[in-house]
């Protein structure tokens, strides 16, 4: 039994790197396909002139920094904008007058282009702190209206169960709120965090600080280096790839740990 669940796993594993395969042998042939039909390197680089130069970026220790800062501050925004949008998400689930007062500045966020709020951060903040400003201000907005969301939209009936035990606020916070609150959260990060890659980039290209992907995107476009710019962009997606593929793992991880310490009230509640 055991060996054909085991044989049984291993070809659907095989099937799914099977299908991954053809999708990227299929648009590396279109991109390949496009780069003769133009037949100009200015336009279109081609795909085997991509893969020779980002050879040559992997020994380059100074590639390694760029993807190292742009990394490190466009993370940091983005942790950043979880926290505030978790405990901004939780008071206004709680106060519907400061819920009222706020709607406003999420409407503004989720509406205004991001390079405006890029241009206007050059103003108010050093370069350096840009990407960390913009990728907060759109991570913000999604985990606070998911948060909001789930907790105000929490089964009333086990409210009132818990209010007929006698819970305090913290119980109850720990038993129905936050097991109600953590599959829209972990939801929203994951959403989130494709939103908060592009937007610190983009905050990179226009505020250009030293050694980070965006300056080097701004100096391709610049210099018409097309085999540059197009190498840095298949940079920006493969780490954009395995930032959400880690960013999954842990959070799945993080969801099951705090539905099994936190869940058991709900789960009881429906025996």
Not at 17 to 41: H, N, S
Not at 67 to 77: A, C, D, E, P, T
Not at 183 to 188: D, N
Not at 201 to 226: D, F, H, K, M, W
Request: aromatic fraction near 12%.
């Amino acid at each position: 039994m055991m060996t054909s669940i085991s044989e049984h796993n291993k070809k659907v594993t095989i099937k799914k790197f099977m299908k991954t395969a053809l999708t990227i042998v299929f648009w590396l042939g279109l991109w390949f396909c496009a780069y003769k039909i133009v037949g100009l390197d200015v336009l279109i680089a081609s795909p085997i002139d991509v893969a020779k130069r980002l050879l040559e970026f992997l020994p380059d220790g100074n590639f390694w920094l760029t993807i190292f800062n742009s990394f490190k501050g466009i993370s940091l925004g983005y942790i950043i904008g979880v926290f505030m949008g978790s405990v901004f998400g939780i008071i206004t689930a709680f106060s519907s007058t400061l819920n009222t007062l706020f709607k406003p500045f999420l409407t503004a966020v989720k509406t205004t282009p991001v390079v405006s709020f890029i241009i206007l951060a050059l103003v108010w903040l050093p370069k350096v702190s840009v990407p960390i400003f913009i990728t907060t201000l759109m991570v913000m907005p999604i985990v606070w209206a998911n948060v909001t969301s789930s907790i105000v939209n929490t089964d009333k009936e086990l409210i009132e169960m818990a209010n007929a035990y006698n819970f305090g606020f913290s119980k109850k916070m720990k038993l129905i709120f936050l097991p109600s609150a953590v599959p829209a959260f972990v939801a929203a990060c994951k959403t989130a965090v494709g939103l908060g890659w592009k937007a610190g980039i983009a905050a990179e290209v226009l505020c250009t600080p030293q050694n980070s992907i965006g300056i080097n995107l701004r100096n391709s476009q610049v210099y018409i280096e097309t085999v540059d710019l197009f190498s840095w962009t298949v940079v920006v997606i493969v780490l954009s790839l395995i930032l959400e593929k880690l960013l999954v793992s842990i959070l799945d991880l993080c969801f099951k740990k705090v539905m099994s310490k936190g869940g058991y009230f709900i789960e009881n509640t429906d025996k």
